[in-house]
């Protein structure tokens, strides 16, 4: 079992808990809320990455996408699977942000296009060459999940997508989740550490080769203002 821990205040917590089920090689999510009276899940799913069989044991495949969480300032969780993006050869490929209480209740879902990648051959031939049914996988799969990354400065989202090999910037949706909306699509120079009250951070080496901190500031327009 692998576990992850969220704070919603000090005396509540939520465990992001994956267990291995070996009849369908996948891997199975609950969320679980706990305070000093309570521990009850609120959520059940199937983390997209995938679980097959190798000689000698089992391996994860990460390449399959991703679930994300986070805690909003106002103790809602927001999460976004994966598993749930959409491809319609007649209207686009969309993804779906969910925002739910620590009860589970869902408050808001906000589904959103964006344009797939697809796999080149030759990813999916390197991949068949360490296990078939990964390659296998990835071939009905077809396409890189939507986003790879979520990052938060307060209620608002930047949701990083997966861009073609060789492209050296980031391409981020941003919403305002406190009222629910999708802001645009900016451009970032670069998947940045960190982003807080209305700034972005990155790790750097300066010209001595000393690690350094470097701090950017956020155009407001980013945030829709």
């Known amino acids: 079992m692998l576990c992850d821990t969220y704070a919603l205040s000090d005396s509540e917590k939520v465990y992001y808990m994956r267990f291995i089920n070996y009849n369908r090689l996948s891997l199975d999510c609950i969320l679980v809320y706990q305070n000093s009276n309570t521990f009850k899940p609120i959520l059940y799913t199937k983390d997209?990455?995938?679980?097959?069989?190798?000689?000698?044991?089992?391996?994860?495949?990460?390449?399959?996408?991703?679930?994300?969480?986070?805690?909003?300032?106002?103790?809602?969780?927001?999460?976004?699977?994966?598993?749930?993006?959409?491809?319609?050869?007649?209207?686009?490929?969309?993804?779906t942000i969910h925002i739910i209480t620590k009860d589970g209740i869902e408050y808001k879902k906000i589904t959103q296009q964006f344009i797939p990648i697809q796999y080149p051959e030759s990813y999916i031939e390197r991949i068949k060459k360490i296990n078939e049914e990964s390659a296998k996988m990835l071939k009905k799969r077809k396409y890189y999940s939507s986003v790879y990354a979520m990052?938060?400065?307060?209620?608002?989202?930047?949701?990083?997508?997966y861009i073609r090999k060789g492209t050296e910037v980031s391409i981020v949706d941003v919403f305002d989740l406190k009222k629910g909306k999708y802001i645009k699509t900016v451009i970032f120079p670069e998947v940045f550490a960190y982003i807080k009250n209305g700034y972005a951070y990155s790790r750097a080496y300066d010209k001595d080769g000393f690690r350094e901190i470097r701090k950017y500031k956020i155009n407001p327009s980013v945030y829709g203002k």
């Open 48 to 95: 997209p990455e995938g679980y097959f069989r190798k000689a000698g044991g089992y391996v994860i495949n990460s390449g399959l996408g991703g679930f994300y969480l986070n805690v909003l300032p106002d103790g809602k969780l927001v999460y976004i699977n994966t598993d749930e993006d959409v491809h319609d050869e007649n209207i686009g490929s969309f993804y």
């Open 151 to 161: 990052y938060f400065d307060g209620f608002y989202a930047f949701n990083y997508f």
